[in-house]
């Protein structure tokens, strides 16, 4: 009650509401300051407003204590269907990025490259067993060693402490053991999985040729040698050095180093945007080796790999057809033979471009007309089609669905509509010799890439069921994979990559609906 009503009560009381004793007395109230009538007249908003600043002093308290532990301490990310991010997830993005603020400050002036050793020949536990932190120490950074490989790396003196700073965060995951592990296994991958990895790496390895490349000791599906021919050299080339990216294999990784090293020398020998030439053999080849440039240099910062990717990139955005495709020798106008197949192809090297931060222009409105292609591939089942009008095929559907997951449309109706064609009728079979090859590089890229939505995880369930038991049972003792559904065009090479590349799907990319 206010001391104004006190008083009123008093005054209004009668002479014989007092004892005769006493004098009635009046009595004035004191006199009241500005402050003290704001402080009595709002008290409840003042009680507000202290409030909500000691809640902010609170807030700002833990969240210090939170950016202390996050630059700390490595979180782990956890598989998830796309709904609400984790606390860990949440913690390794906070560090993630203050930690990328602050080494874009101190970048020097002059071009640095770093390269994260990868930890190939790692002892696998049981992964019932297992316990990520047995997998420590994570990726070792140290100074690279191409100088004499004529990759311009001796400005560089020291690597960047820490690892997958400054890949995209999709891409992190491959790069440390213990967190490859992890997703491996949160993903439903097991001890195989990463052995039969590690070993068609091996394999790839100990075939590569002297100058760099891989097709000359190629055999066909009858065990022929082939003669490779500079196309399939470069496609080759490309597609074992994803592998070995893949596995976070870089040019100082302690088993595979000069491997990648001279994979890299050969993909940079020739001119990045030399013609395709006539025919379909370029118009693979040529987006699978910019894929491949692309990744590397995301990936080790090689100056010259800078060059060659960008010019490479600027081919495919220069090589795309009118209709937002791609054709046979990069052909123009509407008699180009353009198809879903080779499209796949160009579209997945404009991807890899987008994440190594080059400047390349053209390059979102070339994946955007490429989008539009895709959707109009499809038809009424939900099946991609090879062409457009054309009914559509087992083996092009997953490549329809990965093409729109990795640019921004990973929630369309179209891709949607693949994906629940795929586990409905694409059921993972284990007789090898019907496994088409292709059709599953694609399946499960699209499948894993899912579970980046919300619900998705019930697409990646399903194919995981019995497909890596199908392909790890199948690798040959050597480390290499027999050949299975033939096709025109299928080698040791090609399917070993191919093999590797699916299973590698654990941890290569991360979910996203994002670039």
């Known amino acids: 009650m206010d001391q ?49 600043l000691f809640l902010t002093i609170i807030m700002a308290s833990i969240w210090g204590m939170m950016m202390g532990i996050a630059l700390s301490g490595e979180g782990n990310s956890d598989f998830s269907d796309g709904g609400t991010a984790p606390a860990a997830q949440k913690q390794e993005k906070q560090k993630v990025v203050k930690l990328m603020q602050r080494q874009k400050k101190a970048q ?96 790839l390895k100990n075939t590569q040729g002297a100058d760099g490349s891989w097709g000359d000791k190629d055999k066909d599906e009858n065990g022929n040698p082939i003669k490779a021919d500079a196309h399939h050299k470069k496609a080759m080339t490309g597609m074992a050095l994803l592998c070995f990216l893949g596995h976070c294999e870089l040019q100082d990784s302690p088993d595979f180093g000069p491997t990648v090293q001279k994979a890299i020398k050969y993909i940079t020998s020739m001119p990045p945007d030399e013609s395709v030439g006539a025919g379909n053999r370029g118009s693979y080849s040529h987006p699978i080796r910019t894929y491949a440039l692309c990744e590397a240099y995301t990936m080790t910062k090689i100056k010259k790999l800078e060059e060659f990717a960008k010019r490479a990139t600027e081919l495919v955005i220069k090589g795309q057809n009118e209709n937002g495709g791609w054709a046979y020798a990069y052909g123009k106008g509407p008699a180009a033979h353009t198809d879903l197949s080779v499209a796949g192809w160009n579209i997945q090297a404009l991807k890899a471009a987008a994440y190594t931060g080059i ?4 390059l979102d409105e070339a994946m955007d007309k490429a989008i539009k292609y895709v959707k109009e591939c499809q038809d009424a089942q939900g099946r991609f089609a090879y062409q457009r009008g054309k009914g559509g095929k087992a083996s092009l559907t997953g490549a329809g669905v990965l093409c729109l997951q990795i640019w921004k449309h990973a929630k369309s109706e179209e891709a949607e509509k693949g994906l629940e064609w795929i586990i409905q009728n694409q059921a993972v079979i284990k007789e090898w010799s019907k496994v088409d090859v292709y059709g599953w590089y694609y399946n499960a890229q699209a499948c894993f890439q899912a579970t980046g939505i919300s619900g998705g995880s019930k697409y990646w369930k399903a194919w995981n069921k019995d497909f890596q038991q199908t392909v790890c049972s199948n690798q040959t003792e050597d480390g290499h994979w027999k050949h299975g559904n033939h096709f025109h065009g299928d080698t040791d090479v090609y399917r070993t990559t191919m093999a590797i590349l699916m299973l590698e799907v654990y941890y290569r990319y991360m979910p996203t609906t994002k670039v």
């Open 4 to 52: 104004e009503e006190i008083y009123s009560e008093d005054d209004q009381r009668s002479e014989g509401d007092y004892t005769q004793e006493y004098d009635p007395v009046t009595v004035a109230p004191p006199l009241e300051g500005a402050f003290s009538k704001y402080m009595r007249e709002y008290r409840l908003l003042n009680s507000l407003l202290v409030s909500l």
């Open 108 to 203: 020097p002036s002059t071009q640095q490259t770093f390269r994260t050793t990868a930890i190939s020949d790692i002892t696998l536990p049981d992964f019932n067993e297992l316990d990520v932190k047995d997998l420590a120490p994570v990726v070792e950074a140290a100074s690279p060693s191409m100088g004499t490989t004529g990759m311009n790396n001796d400005q560089m003196k020291k690597a960047m402490a820490g690892i997958g700073l400054a890949l995209p965060k999709t891409m992190q995951q491959r790069c440390d053991p213990q967190k490859r592990i992890a997703r491996l296994k949160s993903g439903g991958g097991k001890t195989m999985t990463e052995t039969a990895i590690v070993k068609g790496l091996n394999w």
């Open 359 to 362: 400047e390349i222009s053209g």
